[in-house]
């Protein structure tokens, strides 16, 4: 099949004279990592989108634009070395850089044995990773919330440290689970950083028909605890927040987080955002893409060469077209497991 390509970052302009200073915690190799990671990412998830329209995938939802947000909270929870993450259905490029393999991706969104969330049962990505802290049990919007303070209620109970991500979008808190969660969270102190993927659209909903506030953080005041608004587009900007919110939160109680993003596609595959966003509205906000923004940045810095970036960018494209290959070659779930781990593990 024809293979799409990842675009490259490119330099362009003047190089930096000057390497900038990285917050604290953080190392060059570490902003190369996570870029690596961000661009395998990307390059999944477009593949992901083109195995739909032939009718391999049935349905995906796109972290595209959402990259920065997801990977910068994600960098300080692995700095930090004690969190547990509650993604919801747009994390993909979470997902896959906390080490699902793009073998496991392609294996769960084509729906084949081996898919080590749900063995092809669920919805992609559906379920539980436990190898690395994660849990999604459902696509429901808002429900993750309430689980996530359930989980960060029975450490508190066991004593121990652990710090609980939960991710949700704009819509979900439009929803009933999202008040319930962040009052109990509130009045118990526990240690949860609620971050929201505020990319301005509920489906086809636009923020102002779902609510009057400009910023969803402010909602945070009416429970008893902080909230902050950051640029989802910029990595470092979403890594500094998460790493002040995870020592907030392991020793005061409940954050809230909003993280303002673009949603680069439609809804999900099922979906056709031409109907409801104004024209150009998608261009010009990739023109901030964190991808591209990233990249550019790590070369002007001399934190990466060209070259590099190049070599990272052909190594997720043939990551990805054997990932494919493996997937689209394998077998679904037998009938005969069709009631395994139904009433048991």
Request: charged content about 25%; proline content about 6%; aromatic content about 6%.
């Amino acid at each position: 099949m024809p293979r799409k390509r990842t675009a490259r970052p490119q330099a362009g302009g003047t190089t930096a004279s000057a390497k900038p200073k990285l917050p604290r915690g953080l190392k060059a190799a570490d902003l190369v990592d996570i870029y690596t990671r961000m661009v395998q990412a990307r390059s999944l998830d477009e593949r992901i989108w083109a195995l739909n329209r032939q009718g391999k995938v049935p349905i995906a939802a796109s972290s595209q634009g959402h990259e920065a947000a997801q990977l910068g909270s994600l960098l300080a929870a692995e700095k930090d070395g004690d969190c547990f993450l509650f993604p919801y259905y747009r994390d993909l490029a979470l997902k896959v850089s906390a080490g699902l393999t793009p073998v496991q991706t392609m294996m769960s969104f084509m729906g084949k044995a081996g898919d080590p969330y749900s063995n092809g049962r669920q919805f992609p990505l559906q379920g539980a990773d436990l190898p690395h802290n994660i849990i999604q049990i459902s696509n429901v919007v808002a429900a993750g919330l309430t689980q996530a303070v359930g989980y960060a209620l029975g450490c508190r109970m066991s004593g121990d440290k652990t710090v609980v991500l939960v991710y949700f979008g704009d819509g979900a808190t439009s929803q009933g689970e999202t008040h319930e969660a962040m009052n109990f969270a509130s009045v118990h102190k526990l240690p949860v950083i609620f971050i929201c993927e505020n990319n301005r659209y509920a489906i086809s909903t636009p923020q102002r028909n779902q609510m009057v506030i400009e910023e969803v953080a402010s909602r945070a005041s009416s429970y008893g605890f902080p909230g902050f608004t950051v640029d989802g587009m910029d990595l470092v900007q979403c890594y500094e927040a998460t790493r002040e919110a995870i020592t907030h939160a392991r020793t005061q109680g409940p954050v809230l987080l909003e993280m303002l993003v673009e949603r680069f596609m439609s809804h999900t595959t099922d979906d056709d955002d031409r109907r409801y966003r104004p024209e150009g509205e998608v261009n010009k906000a990739r023109e901030r893409d964190p991808l591209f923004s990233l990249g550019r940045t790590l070369v002007e810095a001399g934190f990466l060469t060209q070259k590099k970036a190049d070599e990272i960018a052909d190594q997720a494209q043939k990551a990805t077209d054997e990932a494919t290959d493996v997937a689209d070659a394998s077998s679904p779930p037998p009938e005969s497991t069709l009631n395994d781990s139904v009433y048991g593990p």
